[in-house]
Nanobody, 122 residues
C-alpha cells in the first residue's frame, strides 16, 4: 500500500520561502510509471495544480507560479519536495502531494497525502 505524508511548517511569513516535503512509503519514487505532484486548495476555492516531478526527473510547473517554484526528488530518502519563494497571503492553502499515473502524471492521481495547512501571515 502506497502512502504519502506531507510535512513542513504550518505558518510562513510573507516574503519568506515555503518548504514542504512529501515522504513516500510502499513504493519507490523513481519509477517509469509514476510522477509526483503537488496540488493545493486555497480556502473556499477548488484544487489548483502546483507542479510535478516526472519519471525522468524533469519538472513542470503551474505558469502562474513558475518564477517562484521548485520541485525536487530525493531517491535516497524516497521523498520529494516543494519550495515556493516570496510567498504572499494568496499562497495560503492546504497543500497535497499525490502520485500521478504515467510518467508525466497525465493519467490522474491514485494516491494522495492527507494534506497540510499552510498559512502565510505575519
Amino acid at each position: 500500500q502506497v502512502q504519502l505524508q506531507e510535512s513542513g511548517p504550518g505558518l510562513v511569513k510573507p516574503s519568506q520561502t515555503l518548504s514542504l516535503t512529501c515522504t513516500v512509503s510502499g513504493g519507490p519514487i523513481i519509477s517509469s510509471y509514476y510522477a509526483w505532484s503537488w496540488i493545493r486548495q486555497p480556502p473556499g476555492k477548488g484544487l489548483e495544480w502546483v507542479g510535478v516531478a516526472a519519471y525522468d526527473g524533469s519538472t513542470y510547473y503551474n505558469p502562474t507560479l513558475k518564477s517562484r517554484i521548485s520541485i525536487s526528488r530525493d531517491a535516497s530518502k524516497n521523498q520529494f519536495s516543494l519550495q515556493l519563494t516570496s510567498v504572499t497571503p494568496e499562497d495560503t492553502a492546504v497543500y497535497f502531494c499525490a502520485r500521478g499515473r504515467g510518467g508525466y502524471g497525465l493519467g490522474g492521481y491514485d494516491y494522495w497525502g492527507q494534506g497540510t495547512q499552510v498559512t502565510v501571515s505575519s
